[in-house]
């Protein structure tokens, strides 16, 4: 039994597209165009250093078909320079790359064993004691437990499994190739390289079972670090199942405390620390943040009433700082007096003050339930996971849109009257 490292990454989706981002004044488009290449060029770089045996890539290497052969011929030249390290590279396609999906896929270097779509492959690197199974997408829509029909262990070998799955359903991904974690230890593999969820997960270690999350994340709802797993493996045992940072542009969603900022040059000044910390943090990469305001502050009507200047206003910090771009400002702030202190309370405006306060927005018809379910049919799938802003059938969702509304016409109504 022999010692080595290798690395798993999946969920590459090189070149993906930027998701509506074109509608924001000043992001960074060409960086997080580019995101995904970069991503995956440090993921060489790192292969090459730590000069592992060899590279499992488990699916969703592209994000779709693409319209000309930029994307393919990208990943060729990657996998090239692997080749010339002498270090092999093992793949299967997943959900986005299935041979239904792509057309245009090219052959890639020799160094690269892409799986059988039909049925499970073996592959065995005797110099190594290795057995590598594995079987990738012949179509998107994939529901079948493609892990029940790989084979047994190989004795006396160091067994992995390279799988896109959704396991047993995670949240915000579609169940594909659905599995328990019953059939995946069943087959007395040492180490389970899965793909498709685009958060890390370890979810096992007995045996290793393991996400290791997309390479590099492409919204808000992939925020966080991004990358790849370094395993190392010891007397053909894993040792050591270690992060690899190598995401080029982060996303992050955050919440600032303003309970007590009496003026929007204080709340300035304390999101302006803020996105320096952010920036502190990230160790040179750009950060894409969402920024969340919360708590008790005077400034709360004035905010709700000019969201859209504030959020310009917080963004010209933000690109003031270079490498910090604002995706979005929420807000979660509560008002530090009732709204009608200072009016008659018999005064008309009091009263209609009081009546939006009251006001009862629940309900499907009240809040366009129904007209929102139909625009949200339109989108695509990977705008409607998890987190969705679009999801009516969310409870909590429609809770916070109906106090949205309420601050907003307060906020409004405060403004015709006298200055919050
Ligand atoms: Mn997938």
Redesign the pocket.
């Known amino acids: 039994m022999s010692t080595f490292r290798f690395l798993h990454a999946?969920?590459l989706h090189l070149d993906s597209p930027l998701r509506g981002l074109e509608a924001y004044p000043d992001a960074p488009l060409d960086q997080i165009r580019g995101a995904t290449r970069r991503a995956l060029e440090n993921l060489v770089d790192r292969a090459i250093e730590e000069q592992v045996a060899f590279l499992l890539l488990a699916?969703?290497i592209y994000d779709g078909e693409w319209k000309d052969y930029h994307s393919a011929l990208f990943f060729a030249r990657c996998m090239g320079r692997l080749r010339e390290a002498g270090i092999r590279v093992f793949l299967i396609s997943?959900?986005?790359d299935a041979a239904s999906v792509i057309a245009r896929a090219l052959r890639p270097p020799d160094n690269v064993h892409v799986f059988a779509t039909r049925h499970p492959e073996t592959v065995r690197l005797d110099a190594l004691g290795v057995a590598i199974h594995g079987q990738g997408y012949a179509r998107r829509d994939n529901r079948e437990d493609m892990a029940a029909a790989y084979p047994a262990a190989l004795p006396g070998l160091f067994n992995i499994g390279l799988l896109?799955t959704?396991l047993n359903g995670r949240a915000g991904?579609?169940p594909?190739a659905p599995t328990s974690l019953a059939i995946l230890a069943g087959k007395g593999y040492d180490y389970w390289a899965l793909?498709?969820?685009?958060q890390r997960e370890v979810v096992s270690q007995t045996p290793w079972v393991v996400f290791p999350g997309c390479l590099q994340g492409r919204h808000i709802r992939e925020a966080g670090s991004k990358g790849a797993v370094l395993v190392s493996v010891e007397e053909g045992r894993v040792q050591d199942v270690a992060e690899c940072q190598l995401d080029v542009l982060r996303w992050q969603e955050c919440r600032l405390d303003v309970t007590g900022c009496d003026s929007l040059d204080t709340l300035l000044q304390k999101v302006q620390g803020h996105f320096e910390a952010a920036l502190s943090q990230a160790d040179g990469r750009v950060v894409a943040l969402r920024l969340r305001l919360a708590g008790a502050t005077c400034l709360h009507h004035e905010l709700h009433r000019n969201l859209a200047r504030w959020t310009e206003e917080c963004r010209a910090l933000a690109a003031g700082l270079g490498s910090v771009w604002l995706e979005k400002l929420m807000l979660d702030t509560r008002p530090v007096a009732t709204p009608w202190t200072g009016l008659e309370e018999d005064s008309p405006l009091a009263g209609l003050i009081r009546a939006v306060q009251d006001l009862t927005l629940s309900g499907p018809a009240a809040m366009g339930v129904g007209e929102l379910a139909e625009l949200r049919s339109r989108l695509p799938v990977e705008l409607t996971g998890d987190g969705d802003p679009f999801d009516c059938r969310d409870p909590e969702r429609l809770g916070e849109l109906q106090e949205e509304v309420r601050e907003l016409l307060l906020g409004r109504l405060l403004g015709q009257g006298r200055v919050a």
């Open positions: 999946a969920d699916g969703d997943g959900n986005h896109h959704a991904h579609e594909y793909g498709h969820v685009h």
